[in-house]
């Protein structure tokens, strides 16, 4: 079923094939378009304009309006225990399984799926906090606060003849499978495009042995913003004015 805010009629003119895990921790992804969807290389091109010009899916994709789109692990790296942050990620030190706190705003950019969309985060085992829920491919949502502290990002699908399918950012918490997979925009500069750290998440909602993993099923655009202490009651907050209250308590500790 396609619930998509775009429409692109031409063909990628491109050789990047079916996917192949070209870089070390990245998942394949499945390019091939065998199930008649848009791959998501072609929501790519629709999201953020221009065609692919160089690069993989697996690595870097280099858009002919200079956009580039850089893959960011899904195994591996967070030495230390650390985490990637919304608005101070490092990709060459952190995956996509952990994240930490941050500010941003939401874009729900395509749905391929039979499945309605939720999609949020979780900071604790058994409570899930939805930022957009049954989405069918568009819309935005924010500013929020995500947090506070670490969390996964996590995706939920129904559909009547379906159990509800819950995954996660954390393959651990997917008994080892990988249903995200994480790109960092930037713009043709070379800089965080929007002018803030620019995230494209994009998800596999169906258990793995019945799978495409072509991660077009819900592709989320995750854009933080840089918020002042003294702007933090003006946000519509991810948990309410208790989220809010937990974190000014967790710095006033830290101080």
Avoid: C
Avoid at 35 to 60: A, W
Avoid at 96 to 110: I, K, M, P, V
Avoid at 177 to 185: A, C, G, L, R
């Amino acid at each position: 079923m396609k619930t998509w805010k775009f429409m692109l009629a031409a063909t990628l003119a491109t050789a990047l094939g079916a996917g192949s895990q070209v870089s070390a921790g990245t998942s394949t992804v499945n390019t091939s378009g065998a199930n008649g969807e848009p791959t998501l290389l072609t929501i790519i091109q629709n999201t953020y304009g221009g065609t692919i010009s160089t690069g993989t899916i697996d690595d870097t994709l280099t858009l002919s309006n200079g956009i580039q789109l850089v893959r960011v692990q899904d195994t591996g790296l967070n030495a230390g225990g650390t985490t990637l942050g919304l608005g101070d990620g490092d990709p060459t030190l952190n995956n996509d399984s952990l994240w930490h706190d941050g500010t941003a705003n939401f874009t729900a950019e395509a749905k391929y799926a039979s499945f309605k969309q939720s999609f949020g985060y979780r900071v604790t085992a058994g409570t899930e906090t939805a930022v957009f829920t049954d989405n069918n491919g568009s819309g935005t949502s924010g500013p929020f606060l995500v947090g506070p502290g670490g969390f996964t990002w996590w995706r939920a699908g129904t559909e009547a003849t379906t159990s509800l399918l819950e995954w996660y950012s954390n393959p651990a918490a997917n008994t080892g499978d990988d249903h995200m997979i994480t790109f960092e925009v930037l713009d043709s500069g070379g800089n965080a495009l929007h002018g803030n750290r620019t995230w494209l998440l994009a998800w596999e909602d169906k258990p793995f042995a019945s799978a495409d993993k072509d991660y077009n099923d819900f592709v989320v655009e995750v854009v933080a913003v840089p918020v002042p202490a003294a702007g933090l009651m003006g946000l519509v907050t991810l948990g309410g004015a208790a989220a809010v209250s937990a974190l000014r308590r967790r710095k006033a500790t830290i101080a």
